[in-house]
């Protein structure tokens, strides 16, 4: 994004040089052609960003005090600009000092402006419930004030501590509650004073989970790699993963699947209402239906789906309990009576599941991931191993959708499908999925 804006900056500086009015009062040669310097953003784009990581410009929280980014942020603007006139000087190009000034005063406020508007974004309450982490701190009575108090003097900090636990006590059936009860992304454990056997349960447990175990790993001493290490406010920290690491990839995903979800809602919106309208028609009560689901680390959010059954499904669940086909905490029925007859083709065609498109617009899922599963089915889940299911977002489809869907009816093949998933994750696989996806749907292959 900031590349972008350095290139935006250069043209809008050529434009103003170019501005007959301006050329008028300031007595200036003629304008200059843009096209001839096209050249340059090859190395003014990958240069840009470059400069600013340098300055240490991204080295800071997200919501930082204005004085993080303005002085670093000033200091990338010169220096890019002096580079830029020594480039052109190297090459015996006469561009005009006008153009230079123009370029670095208009970098500087363009991205100052998008840093105002993220800074607004990231305190936003839709932003603050997807950004903040919660961890359960583990460590010595001790090392526990410690830690606190190091979060305390950074009110900033995404970290949020729902729960601590004496080492002496943190033991996996005393940790797991606590998991589950929070919906947690990770363990924080402080390791001074640590006995690696109760260390490594704890690690077992958090990947068993599918959370992150962060290791507060002072014994080390300070001089430790950043390339094998993170660092907890200044204290070296291993960090442990069972899900996708953080990646360029990661950023792609998040962009595809709002742009995706936007453009589909936007495409498919004629075809809601016609949807919306067959449903009135056809049976009453209301046109959506809305359930608690668990999200990331079991997080629950509001699900939405076209309404495909009797508003009193729910209720008769119980009555058909007995007839439920597949193992495990999940229920599903072949000729599942409470469907209605349009809701039969919304299911064949997964139709009923298109208004979740709001769900990945709200971050609450992705286009692609495990299926999300109703609160009360995870927690009856009788192996801890399924939950790192929920490790990552949950998605409108995932292997399970193309490799058999319905026609599976053992629960723990399901989640082996979803677990291989997030073990192989890449941007390639997505998008192998989604186009394996359409001609799923489109035939209604599986479908129940």
């Known amino acids: 994004m900031d590349a972008c804006l350095f290139a935006v900056s250069f043209w809008v500086a050529l434009e103003l040089r170019s501005n007959p009015a ?7 040669p003629p304008p200059i052609s843009f096209d001839a310097f096209l050249w340059f953003y090859l190395v003014l784009i990958p240069a840009s960003p470059l400069i600013l990581e340098w300055q240490g410009f991204y080295n800071r929280p997200l919501v930082a005090p204005r004085r ?13 600009t002096l580079s830029m006139i020594l480039v052109l000087f190297f090459f015996r190009l006469t561009i005009g000092r006008s153009v ?7 970098s500087f406020v ?40 190091d979060l305390a003097s950074h009110p900033d900090s995404s970290v949020q501590i729902v729960a601590e636990l004496d080492l002496a006590e943190a033991t996996a059936a005393k940790l797991i509650p606590l998991l589950h009860e929070h919906s947690t992304n990770g363990v924080i454990a402080s390791a001074r004073h640590i006995q690696f056997d109760r260390l490594e349960e704890i690690i077992k447990t958090c990947e068993l989970e599918g959370v992150e175990a962060w290791v507060v790993a002072d014994f080390f001493g300070t001089q430790i790699s950043r390339a094998s290490f993170d660092e907890f406010y200044g204290r070296p920290v291993m960090v442990f993963r069972s899900a996708p690491e953080a990646s360029w990839q990661g950023v792609i995903k998040q962009v595809i699947d709002v742009v995706g979800a936007f453009l589909l809602l936007i495409l498919l919106s004629p075809f809601f209402v016609l949807v919306a309208l067959l449903i009135k028609l056809t049976s009453p009560g209301p046109v959506l239906f809305r359930q608690q689901r668990a999200g990331l680390n079991g997080s629950p959010f509001t699900m939405y789906k076209f309404r495909t059954m009797v508003t009193n499904a729910e209720q008769m669940k119980q009555e058909l309990a007995s007839l439920n086909e597949m193992s495990g905490p999940v229920f599903k029925i072949a000729k599942d009576p409470r469907v209605t007859a349009f809701g039969r083709w919304l299911r064949r065609t997964s139709v009923d599941e298109f208004p979740q498109l709001f769900n990945v617009l709200r971050s609450e899922m992705s286009l692609v991931g495990p299926r999300p599963l109703p609160v009360d089915e995870v927690e009856r889940f009788d192996d801890l191993a399924h939950r790192r299911r929920l490790s990552v977002k949950p998605g409108l489809t995932c292997l399970w959708q193309i490799r058999g869907r319905n026609q599976i009816s053992d629960f723990r093949e399901w989640v082996r499908l979803d677990l291989e998933y997030i073990d192989n994750w890449s941007l390639w696989l997505d998008l192998k999925i989604i186009a394996r996806t359409i001609p799923v749907v489109l035939f209604g292959k599986g479908a129940k």
Not at 22 to 28: G, K
Not at 68 to 80: G, N, V
Not at 100 to 106: L, P, R, Y
């Open 100 to 106: 230079m000034i123009w370029f670095g005063a208009v």
């Open 68 to 80: 993080a980014a303005i002085w670093p942020l000033f200091k990338a603007c010169l220096i890019t």
């Open 22 to 28: 301006i050329i008028e009062f300031l007595h200036l």
């Open 110 to 149: 363009l991205v100052l402006c998008k840093e105002e508007i993220m800074r607004w974004a990231y305190t936003s309450k839709l932003a603050q419930a997807q950004y903040r982490r919660r961890y359960v701190l583990v460590g010595a009575p001790e090392e526990l004030r410690r830690m606190k108090k």
